[in-house]
């Protein structure tokens, strides 16, 4: 990405002269002497572009660029195609998002052509959409990233088992369980050479490893190019580069490299076309040398001609590979916190779609809206290289509103097919009756707040029974929906009279109340300087250090040990009880006009929830906001969670990974052995341990990165930045909203944690009531709660049910599923295709942090 390059150079002088250096040649015709090197040394060289979504160009321009390379390597295929088969051109997609635009574009007989060409094997399909920050990924969206593979391999009839990525350094451990469904079995990772890579490229480059799933069950071949996604094209032209590469295998052999086949990507750079001399180099260099060999190939055949070689040899690394670049994505915090969620909606409603109208499910539209949400998580933000004095020069803007669109696009759609589901009826807000969904497995009790408009403030359950409510200060109507029931609804009749005032939630000062939960605010500072739990004889926020929990933290530039922190606070009592209680803290903050934070305990409920609002400042020089939570918990453990995983900072990354900030999907636990508490995150996707980070520039040398994460019971939740100076962007402005929870609890409980942080992103579903009433049936049953129902979604040809379930505690379990419904006629194991694979009889196992895909018929 943050380079363009072109090459003009002789390609046939180059190899020749580069490969000489190496040993002397043997040559087929002359007979000459032995080489001294005893290494027979096969180049594998892997064409394609690196595929950035803007950067270079608009992305509409961008479009058109790879259309245009993808005919012009169709016809170099045809051109070469009597050619020896080691010299034959092959080309690699790198990504399916160019595949499908060109798909989406072209007459149907150049998509024929396409077709077979990849059929033929002249064509190497790589199982991701896009080139994505994976850390921002949430877990059903890893799965959607590789949709497209499926779909586009079925059309041509093979199998997708490899994916490319370029530029991005760094992945989160739930990829290999994506790719495991998706049958991908290897991984050409290209990073970045020299911006901002950390120490990725020292630990892996030119060192293939089996990356183990999560589970334990499946693992990738994964391999780190020399010289990243952009080859040899990096070095220049002519001698220089005969010199480099000759350089590169000495380099090889000398550190003890102990395979004889070698990776090279074969790009000239971002968005730039084919090497189409690379043939006739490779023709002409065969038929007249032994070895080295060189040979044009698909990423999947390297792949496995190295496996077949060398797979006893491989060592095997479990962990999470901590990415880097994610922590741009602060910089648009706002649609980042929106992208978050509409991943989350979109589940939600493919859940519900599923349980209530699977016949019309509306599978292009999903796809389109999963599009959008993997578009934003694409790893390209925005143009190249910028100063904040011409940020606004239409070449940036234009890209931006693309950008943002993805984002804005994709709430929208999530927003459109949740609602879609229910049948057109009019506004909660004038309804008598209201219908609450639980979308997860188990059974849920919730705060449900009505519009301001909700007609009375009496709420009866199913039968009869008064529900506790409360009429709040901004005229919404909240009540207590206890044990909906999982995969399924109730109802809710509203009437008129006076709210059951039952409750003993209360509001003081700058302190709340409920029997579960106290909390005491800190006056000076906002923060909460107090939180305590029933059961629990401790403190649980740390005042020594002045932290607390929920502490604005403002960084200059990169000025780490003056952070500035919020003035002139004001804490009100916002709602007072005795179902609600909450306190309103508005302060001054450096950056923003004004920051506005939140705190809400509900009775019946054991947690507390925090809304903060930062009305951020324009700002263009750089900066880094974070919100601080110090736990008071002696000798505590802090667990991440992430897609289809759980680790611990530096115990389970594996070498490489990012120390400076960790990728979080929905919570954190701190925990010693009596007590802890989770941390929920809705809209923030990265965190600090410990203490704040703040990288200007490029950040090049591997030493100036953090290299050892010691145990700390302190994160920051790292919400705004615009330290990049380039892709991401340089400012940003106006209200976002930053949402947590906080769970206290006893020992530590890894299922009950997943479900916590599954509840505060995946929020029980209110409709107008129209029609007949849910049946308060749960759709299905699992019969442990060590595994949880991670999606449902009607299949693609709308004949089945794809469920997905997950081994949330960690421990290997078998579950049935207790249908109540429908009466399934076969279950089957399936896949990312959603093809049956296998007949389930009886209960399904599931490994710990194991994913298990259903097909229901």
Same mark, same amino acid.
Not at 112 to 117: C, K, R, W
Not at 295 to 321: H, N, Q, S, W
Not at 506 to 521: D, E, G, H, N, R
């Given at each position: 990405?943050?380079?363009?390059?072109?090459?003009?150079?002789?390609?046939?002088?180059? /190899?020749?002269?580069?490969?000489?250096?190496?040993?002397?040649?043997?040559?087929?015709?002359?007979?000459?002497?032995?080489?001294?090197?005893?290494?027979?040394?096969?180049?594998?060289?892997?064409?394609?572009?690196?595929?950035?979504?803007?950067?270079?160009?608009?992305?509409?321009?961008?479009?058109?660029?790879?259309?245009?390379?993808?005919?012009?390597?169709?016809?170099?295929?045809?051109?070469?195609?009597?050619?020896?088969?080691?010299?034959?051109?092959?080309? @690699?997609?790198?990504?399916?998002?160019?595949?499908?635009?060109?798909? +989406?574009?072209?007459?149907?007989?150049?998509?024929?052509?396409?077709?077979?060409?990849?059929?033929?094997?002249?064509?190497?399909?790589?199982?991701?959409?896009?080139?994505?920050?994976?850390?921002?990924?949430?877990?059903?969206?890893?799965?959607?990233?590789?949709?497209?593979?499926?779909?586009?391999?079925?059309?041509?009839? !093979?199998?997708?088992?490899?994916?490319?990525? #370029?530029?991005?350094?760094?992945?989160?451990?739930?990829?290999?369980?994506?790719?495991?469904? *998706?049958?991908?079995?290897?991984? #050409?990772?290209?990073?970045?050479?020299?911006?901002?890579?950390?120490?990725?490229?020292?630990?892996?480059?030119?060192?293939?490893?089996?990356?183990?799933?999560?589970?334990?069950?499946?693992?990738?071949?994964?391999?780190?190019?020399?010289?990243?996604?952009?080859?040899?094209?990096?070095?220049? %032209?002519?001698?220089?580069?005969?010199?480099? /590469? #000759?350089?590169?295998?000495?380099?090889?052999?000398?550190?003890?490299?102990?395979?004889?086949?070698?990776?090279?990507?074969?790009?000239?750079?971002?968005?730039?076309?084919?090497?189409?001399?690379?043939?006739?180099?490779?023709?002409?260099?065969?038929?007249?040398?032994?070895?080295?060999?060189?040979?044009?190939?698909?990423?999947?055949?390297?792949?496995?001609?190295?496996? +077949?070689?060398?797979?006893?040899?491989?060592?095997?690394?479990?962990?999470?590979?901590?990415?880097?670049?994610?922590?741009?994505?602060?910089?648009?915090?706002?649609?980042?916190?929106?992208?978050?969620?509409?991943?989350?909606?979109?589940?939600? %409603?493919?859940?519900?779609?599923?349980?209530? @109208?699977?016949?019309?499910?509306?599978?292009?539209?999903?796809?389109?809206?999963?599009?959008?949400?993997?578009?934003?998580?694409?790893?390209?933000?925005?143009?190249?290289?910028?100063?904040?004095?011409?940020?606004?020069?239409?070449?940036?803007?234009?890209?931006?509103?693309?950008?943002?669109?993805?984002?804005?696009?994709?709430?929208?759609?999530?927003?459109?097919?949740?609602?879609?589901?229910?049948?057109?009826?009019?506004?909660?807000?004038?309804?008598?009756?209201?219908?609450?969904?639980?979308?997860?497995?188990?059974?849920?009790?919730?705060?449900?707040?009505?519009?301001?408009?909700?007609?009375?403030?009496?709420?009866?359950?199913?039968?009869?029974?008064?529900?506790?409510?409360?009429?709040?200060?901004?005229?919404?109507?909240?009540?207590?929906?206890?044990?909906?029931?999982?995969?399924?609804?109730?109802?809710?009749?509203?009437?008129?009279?006076?709210?059951?005032?039952?409750?003993?939630?209360?509001?003081?000062?700058?302190?709340? %109340?409920?029997?579960?939960?106290?909390?005491?605010?800190?006056?000076?500072?906002?923060?909460?300087?107090?939180?305590?739990?029933?059961?629990?004889?401790?403190?649980?926020?740390?005042?020594?250090?002045?932290?607390?929990? @929920?502490?604005?933290?403002?960084?200059?530039?990169?000025?780490?040990?003056?952070?500035?922190?919020? #003035?002139?606070?004001?804490?009100?009592?916002?709602?007072?009880?005795?179902?609600?209680?909450?306190?309103?803290?508005?302060?001054?903050?450096?950056?923003?006009?004004?920051?506005?934070?939140?705190?809400?305990?509900?009775?019946?409920?054991?947690?507390?929830?925090?809304?903060?609002?930062?009305?951020?400042?324009?700002?263009?020089?750089?900066?880094?906001?974070?919100?601080?939570?110090?736990? @008071?918990?002696?000798?505590?453990?802090?667990?991440?969670?992430?897609?289809? *995983?759980?680790?611990?900072?530096?115990?389970?990354?594996?070498?490489?990974?990012?120390?400076?900030?960790?990728? !979080?999907?929905?919570?954190?636990?701190?925990?010693?052995?009596?007590?802890?508490?989770?941390? %929920?995150?809705?809209?923030?996707?990265?965190?600090?341990?410990?203490?704040?980070?703040?990288?200007?520039?490029?950040?090049?040398?591997?030493?100036?990165?953090?290299?050892?994460?010691?145990?700390?019971?302190?994160?920051?939740?790292?919400?705004?930045?615009?330290?990049?100076?380039?892709?991401?962007?340089?400012?940003?402005?106006?209200?976002?909203?930053?949402?947590?929870?906080?769970?206290?609890?006893?020992?530590?409980?890894?299922?009950?944690?997943?479900?916590?942080?599954?509840?505060?992103?995946?929020?029980?579903?209110?409709?107008?009531?129209?029609?007949?009433?849910?049946?308060?049936?749960?759709?299905?049953?699992?019969?442990?709660?060590?595994?949880?129902?991670?999606?449902?979604?009607?299949?693609?040809?709308?004949?089945?049910?794809?469920?997905?379930?997950?081994?949330?505690?960690?421990?290997?379990?078998?579950?049935?599923?207790?249908?109540?419904?429908?009466?399934?006629?076969?279950?089957?194991?399936?896949?990312?295709?959603?093809?049956?694979?296998?007949?389930?009889?009886?209960?399904?196992?599931?490994?710990?942090?194991?994913? !298990?895909?259903?097909?229901?018929?």
């Amino acid at each position: 990405m943050t380079r363009r390059f072109s090459v003009a150079v002789s390609l046939i002088t180059f /190899l020749a002269a580069a490969l000489s250096c190496v040993q002397p040649a043997v040559s087929q015709q002359d007979g000459q002497a032995a080489p001294k090197s005893s290494r027979k040394w096969v180049l594998y060289l892997l064409p394609h572009s690196h595929v950035d979504i803007g950067y270079t160009h608009v992305q509409t321009e961008v479009a058109r660029i790879h259309r245009q390379v993808i005919e012009t390597a169709l016809d170099l295929c045809r051109k070469t195609a009597d050619y020896p088969p080691e010299a034959r051109f092959k080309w @690699n997609v790198e990504v399916l998002w160019a595949v499908d635009s060109y798909l +989406r574009e072209s007459p149907p007989e150049k998509q024929q052509q396409l077709v077979d060409a990849v059929r033929a094997g002249q064509f190497g399909l790589d199982a991701f959409y896009g080139n994505e920050l994976t850390g921002l990924c949430r877990p059903e969206e890893l799965l959607r990233m590789m949709q497209w593979g499926a779909s586009i391999g079925r059309r041509c009839g !093979v199998k997708v088992d490899s994916a490319m990525t #370029s530029d991005v350094p760094g992945f989160t451990w739930g990829l290999v369980s994506a790719m495991a469904q *998706a049958g991908v079995k290897y991984f #050409s990772m290209g990073p970045n050479l020299d911006h901002r890579v950390g120490r990725t490229v020292t630990a892996w480059e030119d060192k293939p490893f089996y990356w183990v799933a999560p589970d334990g069950q499946h693992k990738v071949l994964c391999w780190t190019a020399h010289a990243g996604y952009a080859g040899w094209s990096l070095y220049g %032209a002519g001698s220089k580069l005969a010199e480099r /590469l #000759s350089e590169c295998l000495a380099r090889l052999e000398k550190k003890g490299y102990p395979y004889d086949l070698v990776q090279l990507r074969w790009s000239l750079g971002d968005n730039q076309g084919l090497d189409a001399s690379l043939p006739d180099v490779v023709k002409e260099w065969n038929a007249t040398h032994e070895y080295p060999r060189l040979v044009i190939a698909t990423t999947a055949e390297m792949f496995r001609e190295f496996e +077949r070689r060398y797979a006893d040899k491989i060592p095997v690394v479990r962990g999470d590979f901590t990415p880097y670049w994610e922590d741009g994505a602060a910089s648009s915090a706002r649609e980042t916190a929106l992208n978050r969620m509409a991943g989350e909606r979109l589940v939600q %409603a493919e859940t519900l779609w599923a349980l209530l @109208n699977p016949k019309e499910y509306p599978a292009r539209r999903f796809m389109e809206a999963w599009r959008n949400v993997l578009l934003y998580d694409e790893h390209t933000w925005g143009a190249r290289q910028y100063n904040v004095t011409d940020y606004d020069v239409p070449f940036i803007t234009d890209q931006w509103k693309i950008k943002q669109a993805f984002a804005l696009d994709g709430d929208a759609q999530s927003r459109s097919l949740l609602d879609a589901v229910f049948p057109v009826g009019g506004s909660v807000e004038t309804s008598d009756a209201v219908d609450v969904f639980n979308t997860s497995s188990w059974a849920r009790t919730d705060l449900v707040v009505l519009p301001g408009k909700a007609r009375g403030d009496v709420v009866t359950g199913p039968h009869g029974e008064a529900i506790p409510s409360q009429r709040l200060s901004t005229g919404e109507l909240a009540f207590l929906a206890k044990d909906v029931p999982p995969l399924a609804g109730r109802r809710y009749m509203i009437g008129l009279g006076k709210a059951d005032a039952k409750g003993e939630a209360k509001a003081q000062a700058a302190s709340l %109340a409920t029997p579960f939960i106290s909390v005491q605010l800190d006056p000076g500072s906002g923060t909460i300087a107090s939180l305590r739990s029933a059961g629990i004889d401790a403190e649980l926020s740390d005042m020594k250090s002045g932290m607390g929990l @929920n502490r604005y933290c403002y960084v200059v530039r990169d000025r780490l040990e003056e952070p500035l922190h919020e #003035s002139r606070v004001k804490i009100a009592v916002q709602e007072s009880g005795p179902l609600v209680a909450s306190l309103r803290v508005e302060s001054d903050a450096p950056g923003c006009a004004n920051l506005t934070r939140d705190i809400r305990v509900v009775d019946g409920l054991d947690r507390v929830d925090i809304v903060n609002v930062l009305d951020k400042k324009e700002v263009r020089e750089k900066e880094g906001v974070h919100l601080g939570f110090a736990f @008071n918990v002696p000798d505590g453990v802090m667990r991440i969670d992430i897609p289809w *995983a759980v680790f611990r900072p530096e115990v389970d990354q594996i070498p490489g990974a990012c120390k400076e900030w960790l990728s !979080v999907g929905r919570w954190v636990d701190v925990s010693n052995r009596n007590y802890g508490i989770t941390w %929920a995150t809705l809209d923030a996707p990265i965190i600090e341990v410990g203490s704040l980070a703040a990288k200007l520039g490029k950040s090049e040398a591997p030493e100036s990165w953090r290299s050892r994460i010691g145990p700390s019971q302190t994160l920051y939740s790292y919400v705004m930045n615009n330290y990049w100076i380039t892709n991401y962007r340089a400012f940003q402005s106006g209200p976002t909203t930053f949402r947590y929870g906080l769970l206290p609890h006893k020992q530590y409980d890894l299922a009950a944690a997943q479900r916590f942080g599954i509840e505060c992103s995946q929020p029980l579903v209110v409709t107008r009531a129209v029609g007949a009433a849910p049946s308060g049936r749960p759709f299905f049953e699992l019969d442990t709660p060590d595994v949880i129902v991670a999606s449902i979604k009607p299949s693609e040809d709308r004949k089945a049910l794809i469920v997905r379930v997950f081994g949330a505690a960690g421990r290997p379990a078998n579950a049935t599923l207790r249908w109540a419904e429908i009466s399934p006629r076969t279950i089957w194991l399936s896949n990312l295709a959603e093809e049956p694979v296998a007949a389930v009889e009886g209960a399904v196992h599931v490994p710990a942090f194991g994913l !298990v895909t259903l097909r229901v018929e």
